[in-house]
Every structure is written in C-alpha cells, then in structure tokens.
C-alpha cells in the first residue's frame, strides 16, 4: 500500500474505533489492544501490532473516562505506535505512542466541547416538531467531530510523519540511555490506572480484600485469572455469611 | 394523556437498536448522553403522543441533562421509560425516572463494566498478546460481542417488563448487593493484579569490602534483594498508592498523575535508578 492509502485506511479505522466506543461497543475497538492488534492486520505485522496494543493496554488499565473526565487517547497511541514500530522497531513505535495518546488529551476536550453544536440543533428540531431533521442529524453527523478529531491526527502522521520518525530513531541510536527512560516509565504508568480503580471503590471500608489479592499474588503466585475467580468465590461466601445473619 | 395505543416487541426493538448504534453519539459537555437517549426513545415518544403539540413536549423533555453507564444503565432506564409510556404517565414521572435511576446506575455499571470486566478481560488478553498470542485479542473481542449484547438486551426486554415495579425492586436493595459483590471481587482483583502489572524494580547494587579468614571479599549487595526482603514487590505498591493518594486527597487530576509517573519513570530509568 502506498503511505498515502495506508494513512487513509488507518483514518477510517481511527473513525470505527471512535465511533464503537460511543455506542455499539461490538468489540470495544477503543481499547488499546483492539486498535492496535487491527492495525497490526493492516499494516501486515500482527506481532507488533500485539506487543503495541498490549503493553499500551497494560499501561492504560482502568484509566476510563468516568462521567466523562478526559484521559489520553491510547487509541490513537497505538494505531500510530503499531504504524511506526512495525517491522521490528517496537522501542520507536512506543516512544511515539505516549507522546501521542497525551497530545489527544487537549483535542478530546475540544471535541466534547464543539460537539454543543448537535445539542442545540436538537433543541431546535424538538421546537418545530422535526423528528425527521433530527433523526438525520443522528444518524450522518453526530459522530462526524469525534472521529474526525483522532482520523485527522492520525492521516496527517501516517502520510507526513515518516521524516520526522527517522530523525527520532537515529536520535535513540544515538542515545540509548532515552530507551531506558521509556522502558521504565511504561512500566510505572499502570499505577495509575489501578489508582482510578481504587478511587472510584471504598477502599477504606474493606482494606482486607485488596490485602488478600496481594497476598495470592505476591506470595502464592496465583494466575491472574485464578485470583479473579478467588475473588468471585470470597465475594459471594461474604454475602451468603452476611445475608444469612441478617434473615435469621 | 392516557392513549389506547399498545407497546410491542418491535417498538421496544425499534429503541434497541437505535440505542445500540447512537446512544452516546453527539455527547458533549453539556447534556451528555441527551441527544442519544432522546432519539433512541422517539419511536417509542411518537406513538404514544399522537398529537403534534403534545409529541413536541415529550421531544423537548426528553433532550434534558442524560447520562449514565451505557452498558448497565441506559438500557434498564429505557425499558422502564417505556413502560411508564405505555402507562400513559407524566412527565414529572418519566424524568423522575430517569433522574433517580442515572446516577446509582452510572455508579454500578461503572464500577461493574469498566472496572471490573473489562479490567479483567483486557489485562489478561493482553498478557496473552504480549506472549505473542493473537487469540488474546480474539477472545477479548469475543468476550465483549456476545455479553454485551446479551446484557443490554436482557435489562430493556426485563425492564419493561417489571415496569412500574423496578424502582421498588431497585430500591430492594438488589443494586446495592450487587455493587457490594462487584467492590469486594473488584478490590481483590486490583491487589493481584497492581503489583503483577506495575513494573518498577532498581537495579542498584552497592558493594563493600569485608575481611573474613584475614582475606579481604567484596560483597555486592542489590538494594532490590533487600527490598524483596521487606515485602515482595515493594516499589511498585508504593508506586499505586503514590497515584492513589494524589487522586484522592489531593485531587489531581488522571493526566497530571500520568504526567508525573511519565517524568519520574523516564528520568530514574534514563539515570539507572530504575529498569
């Protein structure tokens, strides 16, 4: 494909991601390991676009936009990432996917923002009865500022942004103390999302749980699905214990 | 306002479908969710309000402040609106409905959808991706397609059903058995998982001499044997609660947090206190 095509497809992918993350939700395209194991698909390097999606997936765990507050766009990060890295330059492909998920941060605010424009339109429309107007409106242009908003972003560095990876990768051959830095601070960023998890549950009512679950892992070395399934079994013999008291 | 007409299947279907391929789409800061509820319900709005004035009153209500968790949420409160439509009840209590079910509902389906499932699912087929296995994605779609599906068509489809009675049978406690249920699973899980996902180790070591036999040996000791020690990973429990607490007590903001572990993870792994 020639980069101009591959940078159009790529876009429309950037579209469909945004879009089933505003409503159908088939297959969660948003996430991470989704956008990026499709454009490993279509950039024909599956493997990369794995490792991509994955580690970006890791690192962006529970980070959701809860009511609606703003996070970066690890979907654009690892369309971008898995384009750049392919071929077996995973370090560059990642080193430019955070750096671009943060960028999007600004731009999501903005979208969320212009996007007034539909509900006043439908103020209107619900003034004058127009259903039809509205049910238009719906359907062909109430996704059209959010998709364009990462399809952009990603067409123009698709198309344009080769010149300017070369000059960063020669850059990291040139210091190889920067992978280190990358290395480590991909390695930090999951704590971040473990922490918006833990704001949005009562951890100080229940300390003991969390507790538990380090010990599984960090001593008995459980699986993560085995603890999962754990947690499944400890939630349910505590409401039986709890609930049987009570109705007694 | 009571009509004759009568709600079926294919009315409710007719919502369904326009709620799965529109329902958060035109979001914005300032009604949310409104515009997608609104035109997920008109099917239902337009044969139940006959009457031109009467169709454009329900239009206008129902463009009001939306928004919930779209997956365990705005289904369940779509199939009750129904309902309460087809009942021929007022608008104080349609909005009524809405507004006493969308913040308890945002609050479950968050902490059950987002935090739980999808935390679950995605960490471990990621891992699996990771390993090189292109059936972690698969089966992480998979597992998206089909229970999701499933779990919104059940809440329109029960929720209409129980109609009338779902804000008893909400406030029955159901809901919050539920969200206990989901906290303990999902506060288990987050104290397994953190510390397998984060990776934060020091590679520093640092060396003395010690005379033993009259022969003088240098020891190298490795700060993170040390650490070890302690408690099995260390830094990167340290590291969590460090996000935590930022979030909670000082209200940072998600991306200051990840700006800040961006700088200290570069500068540490850069200098060679971390990797």
């Known amino acids: ?248 | 306002m009571a009509t004759k007409a009568k709600i079926t299947h294919a009315d409710i279907m007719k919502c369904f479908w326009r709620y799965i391929f529109m329902s958060q789409c035109g979001w914005n800061y300032e009604r949310m969710q409104s515009v997608g509820y609104c035109y997920s319900m008109l099917p239902v709005l337009k044969k139940m309000h006959p009457d031109p004035e009467d169709f454009k009153e329900a239009f206008i209500t129902n463009l009001n402040f939306f928004n919930t968790n779209p997956v365990v949420g705005t289904p369940l409160i779509m199939g009750a609106h129904i309902a309460l439509e087809e009942a021929g009840a007022s608008y104080d209590t349609t909005e009524g409905l809405k507004v006493g079910l969308m913040g308890p509902l945002a609050g479950v389906g968050d902490t059950l959808v987002w935090a739980l499932y999808n935390s679950i699912i995605f960490s471990i087929a990621a891992i699996m991706a990771l390993n090189g296995n292109a059936m972690g994605p698969i089966m992480a779609m998979v597992l998206v397609f089909f229970p999701y599906m499933a779990i919104r068509y059940w809440q329109i489809t029960w929720a209409y059903k129980e109609g009338t009675h779902l804000l008893t049978s909400i406030g029955s406690g159901a809901i919050g058995r539920i969200t206990e249920f989901a906290t303990i699973v999902g506060l288990i899980v987050i104290g397994g998982f953190a510390p397998s996902i984060v990776s934060l180790t020091t590679p520093l070591a640092y060396s003395q001499g010690a005379v033993i036999n009259g022969e003088t040996v240098t020891q190298t000791v490795t700060v993170q044997a040390q650490l070890d020690a302690i408690l099995p990973y260390m830094l990167p429990v340290l590291a969590t609660f460090l996000c935590y607490w930022l979030l909670k007590k000082k209200s940072w903001s998600p991306v200051k947090v990840i700006l800040m572990l961006v700088v200290i993870g570069f500068i540490g792994g850069a200098l060679g206190i971390f990797g």
């Not at chain 1, 609606?68 to 995973?90: C, M, S």
């Not at chain 1, 990462?150 to 990768?169: D, M």
């Not at chain 1, 020669?170 to 473990?194: C, R």
């Open chain 1, 1 to 248: 494909m020639s980069p101009i095509l591959t940078a159009l497809v790529l876009a429309i992918w950037a579209y469909i991601c945004v879009y089933d993350m505003l409503a159908p939700m088939f297959i969660l395209a948003n996430r991470p390991l989704i956008a990026g194991f499709v454009t490993g698909l279509i950039v024909g390097d599956v493997q990369t676009g794995m490792l991509i999606g994955g580690t970006l997936e890791l690192m962006s765990l529970g980070v959701y936009t809860y009511g609606g507050a703003t996070v970066p766009d690890y979907t654009v990060g690892a369309i971008l990432g898995t384009y750049f890295g392919k071929g077996g330059n995973f370090d560059i492909g990642i080193a430019l996917a955070v750096p671009a998920a943060l960028l999007l941060t600004q731009v999501d605010i903005l979208n969320r923002f212009l996007n007034f424009v539909y509900v006043h339109k439908a103020d209107r429309f619900a003034e004058e009865g127009d259903d039809k107007g509205f049910e238009r409106m719906m359907v062909w242009t109430s996704h059209i500022i959010w998709g364009l908003s990462r399809a952009i972003p990603v067409f123009l560095a698709v198309a344009f942004g080769e010149p300017v990876v070369k000059g960063v990768s020669s850059f990291f051959e040139a210091f190889p103390w920067i992978n280190k830095g990358i290395t480590a601070a991909g390695g930090l960023l999951p704590a971040i999302g473990f922490a918006m998890l833990l704001k949005i549950l009562p951890v100080e009512k229940y300390p003991a749980f969390l507790l538990l679950g380090f010990v599984l892992f960090a001593y008995l070395k459980m699986p993560l699905l085995g603890i999962a399934l754990f947690g499944v079994a400890v939630a349910g013999i505590f409401q039986y214990v709890k609930y049987q008291k009570q109705e007694a």
